[in-house]
């Protein structure tokens, strides 16, 4: 079966560094991605890893290891409008499958 | 980044009624589309996997008599809800893969559909 487990939660203040885990069980495996996702709109792309290690773009790096089934978002520099919800989601095989989605970690940012 | 449509955003419709949602691909032609069903505060569920030229690939769980997806070109894949009845409102999200991309999806902005 297909498991991704993120935390419901998170609280960070403005300024500061947050890192979102997830962890996954899934039949295959092709990569990992993270999606943020306001409120009322669709999923919009943040990163993708395939290989073990760190990708790292601008405030927002991403961390795989594919023995230990973990991924983190690391965001750095937190603003206001970083408030939203962060979605780990796994590809099982190629470009024509589908993606599984955790149920997304709801991250609010305080001043 | 690649850029998909879906019309309408928003749909208000009556129990028994059907309601049809596009999805389209504007800078990119795409083989294949994906139609996600995400409900409050969960997350999306992948219901179908809309195949251009031939049938989609339904999930477990998913009636393919009730959604019922064409994927009539490279371009548009329309996700039909027959007999639509309250338990069916939620958001509907369409996305597409790029083919020159590493395998990101490119999401439509959704569909919130409401059944009265």
């Known amino acids: 079966g297909q498991n991704i487990d993120q935390p419901t939660e998170m609280t960070a203040t403005e300024g500061a560094i947050v890192q979102i885990n997830c962890t996954y069980q899934?039949?295959?495996?092709?990569?990992l991605f993270w999606y943020q996702q306001h409120a009322g709109e669709a999923p919009t792309f943040l990163s993708y890893?395939?290989?073990?290690g760190l990708e790292e773009k601008g405030r927002f790096s991403s961390f795989l290891s594919r023995s230990k089934g973990y991924s983190y978002l690391l965001l750095k520099e937190l603003q206001m409008k970083d408030s939203a919800s962060y979605l780990c989601?796994?590809?099982?095989?190629?470009?024509?499958?589908?993606?599984?989605f955790g149920k997304g970690t709801h991250l609010i940012i305080q001043p | 980044g690649a850029v998909v449509s879906q019309h309408p955003s928003w749909v208000i419709c009556k129990s028994g009624t059907s309601v049809k949602i596009e999805c389209r691909s504007l800078?990119?032609?795409?083989?294949?589309m994906f139609w996600y069903r995400q409900f409050p505060k969960q997350s999306l569920m992948l219901m179908a996997t809309?195949?251009?030229?031939?049938?989609?690939?339904?999930e477990q769980g998913v009636e393919k008599d009730k959604f019922l997806i064409n994927h009539a070109s490279l371009t548009l894949s329309t996700l039909t809800v027959t007999s639509a009845h309250p338990e069916d409102s939620s958001f509907y999200i369409c996305?597409?893969?790029?083919?020159?991309?590493?395998?990101?999806?490119?999401f439509g902005p959704g569909t919130r559909l409401t059944v009265l």
């Open positions: 996305s597409a893969n790029r083919p020159q991309g590493v395998g990101e999806q490119f």
């Open positions: 809309s195949n251009e030229g031939s049938k989609a690939t339904y």
């Open positions: 989601a796994v590809s099982s095989g190629g470009g024509a499958d589908g993606l599984t």
């Open positions: 899934t039949s295959g495996f092709n990569g």
């Open positions: 800078d990119f032609q795409a083989t294949t």
């Open positions: 890893n395939v290989l073990d």
